[in-house]
């Protein structure tokens, strides 16, 4: 991760049986990994962070103010794991990024002629348009 560590205590494993590839293995074996991170309960993001992460989290977030990732596509328990771990580190890497404040600007003296020339064109076509009654 880019210069934070995110604390083990702040993060909650759970395995279930995920569907898909594995045959008869996946009837019986707890290969799909469900990591749960306490956004709430962890001190080493900044408050700034936290918000941006929580809506990045988007549907992933869950009440408790806990973002919960779900990793099924392996047939690995560990892979799932590396998996689920990997998406909540980029996550938190996208959140970290500050966005850039938008500078309010003016709209140039050409770019005002422009828009007038086009609306004066506009306005021509229309007038071209209607029936004379002559």
């Known amino acids: 991760m880019i210069g934070i560590e995110i604390p083990d205590a702040d993060l909650?494993?759970?395995?279930?049986?995920?569907s898909g590839p594995g045959g008869q293995n996946v009837n019986k074996v707890a290969?799909?990994?469900?990591?749960?991170?306490?956004?709430?309960?962890n001190a080493t993001l900044a408050p700034a962070v936290k918000q941006r992460l929580r809506r990045l989290a988007g549907r992933r977030?869950?009440?408790d103010d806990s973002i919960v990732i779900t990793a099924?596509?392996?047939r690995s328990q560990?892979?799932?794991r590396r998996d689920a771990r990997d998406r909540l580190d980029e996550l938190i890497r996208r959140a970290l990024i500050e966005?850039?404040?938008?500078k309010k600007t003016k709209p140039t003296r050409a770019s005002k002629e422009r828009r007038i020339e086009a609306k004066?064109?506009?306005g021509n076509t229309k007038v071209q348009r209607r029936a004379s009654w002559d």
């Open 78 to 80: 560990e892979r799932n």
């Open 72 to 74: 099924r596509s392996e």
């Open 99 to 102: 966005p850039k404040a938008r």
């Open 120 to 122: 004066k064109r506009r």
């Open 31 to 41: 290969s799909a990994a469900q990591l749960r991170f306490l956004l709430a309960a």
């Open 61 to 63: 977030l869950a009440d």
């Open 12 to 18: 909650e494993w759970t395995f279930i049986r995920a």
